[in-house]
C-alpha cells in the first residue's frame, strides 16, 4: 500500500492537550514542518513561553527550552547569541508577548535579534480560563470583560505585527492564519521566509499567526473560525507589515529587497562629520 | 604603619580620585597593604568628590576612613567637612590658592600651600592635589618619592610617560611646603 | 603561578574573573554601585569575542543568563538590590530548570530604592531562597578584591558541578574599593560536560528539553526531593569559611562577613591590646552556612558569648543563634542606612560583653 501521508519528524509523539478546535496543532504542526523541510530539526533551538503554548516544549521535537512568561525573546537572545549559525525560534501566545512580555519583544525587535517569533493570536487568555489579552476586541465578552471589552475603562487592543514593523530591527514582519488550506499554505510559506530571513541574519522575524479559541470564544469550532475571518482579520488585517520585498534564491541565499543593516532611516553620529 | 588613612576631597575634576590612586600605586610599590575607596553615585553629580586611602603593613580593615591621620582639601566645603573627621594631631593640607579661611580645630596640624598656583605654573591644575601628594609623603613619609616616581612608569601605559616629569616636579614643589 | 599584584577596583575584578574563568556572556542592566562590572564587560567581554548585552530589564538580563545557560555557555549577570529583586522571578526559574549560572549581587541599602552605600540587607533573600519554591543558591561573600577574583573562578566550577546557581555576594564597598590583585597565569577552570543542554538535538534520539514545569504533583514532588537531595551534598561539601584567632580559647567570637568582617579584624586586634582575647568565624560561604564550626565554638568552655556584625538588622544573627543552639550568648552590632560600624562601636560592645554589662538581642 502506498504511503499517502504520515506523521511529521518535527513533532513528537507526545498526544497535544489542546482543545479541539483549537489553531494550536496546525500551527505546530507549520513550524515542525517548516524544520524538517529546511533539514533544521537537528540543529534549531526552540524556546517556548507561558499559556496554552506552555507545553510546546513537549511537541516539537527540536531541542526546546520552557520560559518565564513574557520572557521569551530574552531567553531566546541568550540562545542565539551562542548559537550563531542555527535557528532559533520563541512560539508566543498574545497574552505573553503583547502584554507581560511587551519589553522583551520590543527589545528583541529593536536589537534586530537574529531570531524568528511564532506569534499566536487568538484575542483571549486562553490557558487561564478566558480572560481579556491585549489582543480582545473591542466589545469582545471575555470573563473579565462580562460587558464587552469597554474602551473607556479597558482600553484598545494592540496590533502587534503594525507595532514591531516600525522599529529599524525587524527585518520581515507577516500576520498570517489557518483557517483553509489557501491561508495554511500561506502561513507555512511565511514562517519559513522568517527561518530563511534568520539564517541570512538580516534581522529580527515575526509571523502572526490568527488563531482560534473555541473553547473561551464559547464557539463551535466551525464558527470560531467563521468569527476569525468576521471579526479578528478586521481588526488585526493580513498581510506583510515588513520585508516583503525580500527575495532570496532557491539556496535560501539572501538576493534583494530592504534589510535593517542598509535601510533603517537612523542617525548615526559616528557618520556624521 | 597600620591603617594609616588619608582622605582626598575637592570638586570633581581638580584630580581628587587620580590623586588618590598615585597614592595607593606608590605604597603598593613598597609592598604595602592598600585600599583606595571613591564617593560615588549621585554624591559626585553635585559637583564634589573624594576618596579615602589607606595604606598598612597588616590586611586592611575598613576602607572607608572615618578618622584619618591625613586630609587633602581642595575647597572650603570639604575642608568644613573632613576637618571633623581627623584624629587629633592628624594633618591636614589645604590649597590655599582656593581656600582663604583656616579650620577651627587646634588640635591638628595644617600646611595651607597654594597648591592651585604650583599646578597653574606647571600648566595643569590636575596638578594640584599631585603637589599636595609631595608635602604629605615628605611631612608623613608614607611613601618616598622614589616609589612614586617609579609606580608611575609601571602603572602609566607609555604613551603618557611623557607626562610624569611634570607629575614628579609637582610633587617636589610640594615636598618644599613639609615643616 | 602568581602575577605581580596590581590595583583594581572589585567590580572590575568580579568582570575580569568572569572572563578568566571562561564566562563569554554577560548580561546587565545598569545600577549603582555595580556599574562598573558592565562597563568592563562592554569592552573587555567583546574584546575576548564573548557576548555582552546591555539587557532592556533585569528581568531580561536574567533571561537572557536563562538561556545562554539553558544552550550550555557559562553566563553571568550582575546587579544591585533592587535589580536582583526583580532577577527572583530568572532565579527561581534557573533553581527549577537547574542551570548553572553566576549572578552578583553588590549590595547597597534599603528596602524600596533604598540608598546606594553599602549593607547587607540582602541576607535573608539571598541565603534562604528569594524566589518562590523550595530552593536554594550556593550564596559566596567575598571579603577583599583577592578573594573576589578566586572566588568567582570558583563560582563558575560550582555551578557547572551542581547545576545551581552561584551568588557571589558583595556589598558598596567591595564593588567600588580599589586593592592589589594577583592573578593567576593559568585558572583552575573544570570543563564540566553538558550532555542535558539544549543547544541542537547533533543525532541524539530525542530531544533536550530545558524546563522548570511539573504539571503532575508526583513528578513535581519528586523533582522537589531531587533537588533537596542535591542541596544535602553541596552542604556536606561545600561549606567554606575563615576561622580568625579561634585557636588560644577565645572569650569572645565575632561571627561577621565580607566587609564587617574586615572592621572586625581590625577589632580583634585592638581587644587583644586589652586584654580581652577575641577570636571570629567568618562564613565565605553564606549557604551552604558554616553552622558546624559555630556549633564547636559554643561548646569551648572558654567561651562566654558571640557577637555578629553585619550591615542590616540582624540577618545572619539568626543562623549563628541556630547554630549556637543556646548553649551562649548571642549579641548584635549592625548598621544600617548605608552605614558602616566603626572599630570603637564594636570594641565597645566587646568590652561591655567581657564585663557583663550587655543585654542580649537589640538593634544596633
Keep these: ?22 489553531c494550536h496543532g496546525i500551527i505546530h504542526r507549520l513550524v515542525a514542518e517548516t524544520l524538517v523541510e529546511m533539514d533544521a530539526l537537528e540543529t534549531a533551538v526552540g524556546v517556548a513561553s507561558v499559556g496554552c503554548t506552555y507545553n510546546s516544549y513537549e511537541y516539537l521535537a527540536c531541542d526546546m527550552v520552557q520560559a518565564a512568561h513574557g520572557r521569551a525573546p ?10 550563531k549559525d542555527k535557528i532559533v525560534f520563541t512560539y508566543q501566545g498574545d497574552g505573553d508577548l503583547a502584554s507581560i512580555g511587551t519589553a522583551e519583544i520590543v527589545h528583541a525587535a529593536a536589537r534586530g535579534e537574529k531570531i524568528t517569533v511564532v506569534f499566536v493570536n487568538n484575542a483571549v487568555y486562553g490557558m487561564t480560563s478566558g480572560q481579556m489579552a491585549p489582543t480582545t476586541l473591542v466589545g469582545q465578552v471575555t470573563t473579565t470583560s462580562p460587558w464587552g471589552r469597554n474602551p473607556e475603562t479597558q482600553g484598545y487592543p494592540i496590533n502587534v505585527s503594525e507595532f514591531l514593523s516600525q522599529l529599524p530591527g525587524a527585518a520581515y514582519v507577516e ?14 510559506k511565511a514562517i519559513k521566509k522568517a527561518f530563511t530571513v534568520q539564517q541570512n541574519n538580516l534581522g529580527f522575524s ?7 479559541c473555541p473553547t473561551n470564544w464559547g464557539k463551535e469550532p466551525l464558527a470560531a473560525m467563521e468569527w476569525l475571518k468576521e471579526n479578528m482579520q478586521k481588526q488585526y488585517p493580513l498581510g506583510c507589515y515588513k520585508g516583503a520585498d525580500l527575495v532570496f534564491d532557491e539556496n535560501g541565499k539572501y538576493v534583494s529587497g530592504s534589510i535593517p543593516a542598509t535601510n533603517n532611516n537612523c542617525v548615526n553620529v559616528a557618520e556624521v562629520k | 604603619m597600620i591603617d594609616f588613612s588619608i582622605i582626598f576631597a575637592g570638586f570633581g575634576g581638580q584630580g581628587i580620585l587620580s590623586a588618590g590612586k598615585m597614592a595607593a600605586e606608590a605604597a603598593l610599590y613598597e609592598g604595602k597593604e592598600v585600599s583606595w575607596f571613591p564617593s560615588y553615585g549621585p554624591e559626585m553629580r553635585g559637583g564634589t568628590a573624594n576618596c579615602s586611602v589607606v595604606i598598612s603593613d597588616e ?10 591621620d591625613v586630609v587633602i582639601c581642595l575647597n572650603q566645603p570639604s575642608m568644613e567637612k573632613f576637618e571633623k573627621q581627623l584624629k587629633p594631631g592628624a594633618l591636614m593640607i589645604l590649597d590655599s590658592s582656593l581656600i582663604n579661611v583656616r579650620p577651627e580645630r587646634t588640635d591638628i596640624k595644617v600646611i595651607a600651600m597654594p597648591a592651585s598656583d604650583i599646578a597653574s605654573d606647571l600648566g595643569k591644575m590636575l596638578f594640584a592635589p599631585i603637589s599636595m601628594l609631595g608635602c604629605m609623603a615628605t611631612e608623613t613619609g608614607c611613601f618616598s618619592r622614589d616609589s612614586f616616581e617609579k609606580s608611575l612608569y609601571e602603572v602609566l601605559p607609555e604613551r603618557k610617560h611623557k607626562l610624569i616629569p611634570t607629575n614628579v616636579a609637582a610633587f617636589d614643589k610640594g615636598a618644599e611646603y613639609a615643616k | 603561578m602568581a602575577q605581580k599584584r596590581v590595583l583594581m577596583k572589585g567590580n572590575e575584578v568580579i568582570a575580569e574573573a568572569a572572563i578568566r574563568a571562561g564566562c563569554r556572556n554577560y548580561f546587565g542592566y545598569p545600577i549603582t554601585p555595580q556599574t562598573e562590572v558592565m562597563h568592563y564587560m562592554a569592552k573587555k567581554m567583546v574584546e575576548a569575542g564573548g557576548n555582552f548585552v546591555q539587557a532592556e530589564s533585569e528581568l531580561a538580563a536574567i533571561n537572557m543568563v536563562y538561556g ?3 544552550a550550555g555557555f557559562r553566563a553571568m549577570t550582575s546587579s544591585s538590590s533592587p535589580g536582583i529583586s526583580l532577577k527572583q522571578e530568572g532565579i527561581s526559574y534557573i533553581a527549577g530548570a537547574e542551570l548553572p549560572a553566576v549572578v552578583v549581587n553588590i549590595v547597597r541599602a534599603g528596602p524600596g530604592l533604598g540608598g546606594i552605600q553599602p549593607a547587607q540587607g540582602d541576607y535573608f533573600q539571598a541565603t534562604k531562597g528569594g524566589g518562590h519554591g523550595d530552593f536554594r543558591n550556593i550564596v559566596i561573600a567575598p571579603a577583599s578584591v583577592q578573594e573576589i577574583y578566586e572566588l568567582v573562578v570558583d563560582a563558575f566550577n560550582l555551578a557547572d558541578k551542581y547545576r545551581m546557581m552561584v551568588m557571589i555576594m558583595g556589598d558598596g564597598t567591595l564593588g567600588q574599593m580599589m586593592e592589589p590583585v594577583a592573578f593567576r597565569d593559568e585558572e583552575p577552570i573544570e570543563n564540566i560536560a553538558k550532555p542535558w543542554a539544549a543547544c541542537g538535538r547533533k543525532g541524539d534520539d530525542f530531544h533536550h528539553t530545558i524546563t522548570s514545569i511539573y504539571i503532575d504533583p508526583d513528578v513535581l514532588e519528586k523533582k522537589n526531593i ?5 542541596y544535602k551534598i553541596v552542604e556536606a561539601n561545600e561549606v567554606r569559611y575563615e576561622s580568625v584567632c579561634m585557636d588560644d580559647d577565645p572569650e569572645i567570637v565575632i561571627t561577621a562577613f565580607s566587609t564587617c568582617s574586615r572592621i572586625s579584624r581590625n577589632v580583634i586586634r585592638q581587644a587583644r591590646d586589652m586584654g580581652i582575647k577575641v577570636g571570629m568565624i567568618r562564613p565565605i560561604t553564606l549557604w551552604p552556612f558554616p553552622s558546624k564550626p559555630i556549633a564547636e565554638a559554643a561548646d569551648m568552655p572558654s567561651v562566654k558569648g558571640f557577637i ?5 538588622a540582624g540577618q545572619m544573627i539568626e543562623d549563628v543563634r541556630l547554630a549556637v543552639n543556646g548553649k551562649k550568648p548571642v549579641y548584635f552590632h549592625g548598621r544600617m542606612g548605608g552605614n558602616l560600624p566603626m572599630q570603637k562601636e564594636i570594641l565597645d560592645k566587646i568590652v561591655a560583653i567581657h564585663e557583663g554589662t550587655l543585654k542580649e538581642g537589640g538593634i544596633v
Excluded at chain 1, 504511503?3 to 518535527?10: A, D, H, I, L
Excluded at chain 3, 531531587?226 to 542535591?230: G, I, P, T, V
Design chain 1, 1 to 22: 500500500m502506498a504511503v499517502v501521508f504520515e506523521p511529521t519528524k518535527g513533532l513528537t509523539d507526545k498526544p497535544f492537550h489542546y482543545c479541539p478546535g483549537c
Design chain 1, 175 to 188: 500576520r498570517v492564519c489557518v483557517t483553509d488550506f489557501k491561508n495554511i499554505n500561506a502561513a507555512k
Design chain 3, 226 to 230: 531531587e533537588l533537596q537531595e542535591k
Design chain 1, 206 to 212: 515575526l509571523v502572526e499567526v490568527l488563531s482560534t
Design chain 2, 59 to 68: 590586611p586592611i580593615g575598613s576602607p572607608v576612613v572615618n578618622d584619618a
Design chain 3, 308 to 312: 555578629d556584625v553585619e550591615l542590616n
Design chain 3, 68 to 70: 545562554a545557560a539553558s
Design chain 1, 74 to 83: 530574552a531567553v531566546a537572545t541568550g540562545i542565539k547569541r551562542n548559537l
